[in-house]
Nanobody, 124 residues
Framework: QVRLVESGGGLVQAGGSLRLSCTAS????????VGWFRQTPGKERDFVAR????????QYADTLKGRFTISRDNAKNTVYLQMDSLKPEDTAVYYC?????????????????WGQGTQVTVSS
């Protein structure tokens, strides 16, 4: 059974930083791409970033480039999202996700396994 668990969310002031973690089990982690998404109440879930299984390829939402950094440690079955220069509009529940297929970088709509989410709140 595939399980993804996010952690690291919390309350931070504008301009501050947070690092989210996504720890996976039930899959050969080093062969799966992982994505981060976020959602605010009443809105659709938005793509944030994704990383390939090796970590050699990353992609970000255009509006987040330069402030967010995705990375992974396959020895720890964990993907990280470093968030810097946070703004109140970054407030959301952040989710990590993985596709069903290994060695596959999916489009935003093709992620199958999801974590429960972690709340990030940025105060002004």
């Amino acid at each position: 059974q595939v399980r993804l668990v996010e952690s690291g969310g919390g309350l931070v002031q504008a301009g501050g930083s947070l690092r989210l973690s996504c720890t996976a089990s039930g899959l050969t982690f080093s062969t799966y791409a992982v994505g981060w998404f976020r959602q605010t109440p009443g809105k659709e879930r938005d793509f944030v970033a994704r990383i390939s299984w090796s970590g050699g390829s990353t992609q970000y939402a255009d509006t987040l480039k330069g402030r967010f950094t995705i990375s992974r440690d396959n020895a720890k079955n964990t993907v990280y999202l470093q968030m810097d220069s946070l703004k109140p509009e970054d407030t959301a529940v952040y989710y990590c996700a993985a596709p069903r297929q290994y060695h596959y970088i999916p489009p935003e709509s093709d992620y199958n396994y999801w974590g429960q989410g972690t709340q990030v709140t940025v105060s002004s």
